[in-house]
T-cell receptor, first 116, second 121 residues
Framework: KNQVEQSPQSLIILEGKNCTLQ??????????LRWYKQDTGRGPVSLTI?????NTKSNGRYTATLDADTKQSSLHITASQLSDSASYIC???????????????FGAGTQVVVTP | GAVVSQHPSRVICKSGTSVKIECRSL??????MFWYRQFPKQSLMLMAT?????????EQGVEKDKFLINHASLTLSTLTVTSAHPEDSSFYIC?????????????????FGPGTRLTVL
């Protein structure tokens, strides 16, 4: 079973609207969680990284939240633009006391399409 | 900082030939490099993990004799697709991570290259 689950699988939003993507994980112990944006035909680009003690982090119109107790993260896109159309991938890194330290667990991604 | 480059960005080759893809960390030393394959509209699939100076660890189902990985230095890893066939056509992405923390570099984090589009005719 995948240790990182993302939802929704895809979504279509109107330009200018907001949207929220979800990431639930079971990776334990936890080291950090990153959100990446991957444009079609390009490599993933990091948006935010959060460690255990961080609850929220922003990068421009992107705001990520983390609830380490419930093992949930969200990525909120504010005032979406056409250039936000991409796949958004949640990646969780395992902590040092586990055999999987150094392992990165990938979500399947959420495909976002912003329409005019 | 933390820039990873790949070369070439796009390659077209004939069936049966071998193709080498380079992955370089430009401004940091990458203790570990990862190679991924991605088919259209699918998520990244980890192929192998390589640590500098040692043999790569391949994921289940990935043929190590077909996908040769060399990680000879802390800034360069290469993936060679041997005897390529049309089914090997895909988007290949490398990433690098480091155990060194400095400046804007984060440990336990992967920095991705821009990818290489391989088309085998």
């Amino acid at each position: 079973k995948n240790q990182v689950e993302q939802s929704p699988q895809s979504l279509i939003i109107l330009e200018g609207k907001n949207c929220t993507l979800q990431c639930n994980y079971t990776v334990s112990p936890f080291s950090n969680l990153r959100w990446y944006k991957q444009d079609t035909g390009r490599g993933p680009v990091s948006l935010t990284i959060m460690t255990f003690s961080e609850n929220t982090k922003s990068n421009g119109r992107y705001t990520a939240t983390l609830d380490a107790d419930t093992k949930q993260s969200s990525l909120h896109i504010t005032a979406s633009q056409l250039s936000d159309s991409a796949s958004y991938i949640c990646v969780v890194s395992a902590g040092r006391t586990t055999d999987s330290w150094g392992k990165f667990q990938f979500g399947a991604g959420t495909q976002v399409v912003v329409t005019p | 900082g933390a820039v990873v480059s790949q070369h070439p960005s796009r390659v077209i080759c004939k069936s049966g030939t071998s193709v080498k893809i380079e992955c370089r960390s430009l401004d940091f030393q990458a203790t570990t490099m990862f190679w991924y394959r991605q088919f259209p509209k699918q998520s990244l699939m980890l192929m192998a993990t390589s640590n500098e100076g040692s043999k790569a660890t391949y994921e289940q189902g990935v043929e190590k004799d077909k996908f040769l990985i060399n990680h000879a230095s802390l800034t360069l890893s290469t993936l060679t697709v041997t005897s390529a066939h049309p089914e090997d056509s895909s988007f290949y992405i490398c990433s690098a991570s480091s155990t060194w923390r400095g400046g804007s570099l984060s440990t336990d984090t992967q920095y991705f290259g821009p990818g290489t589009r391989l088309t085998v005719l």
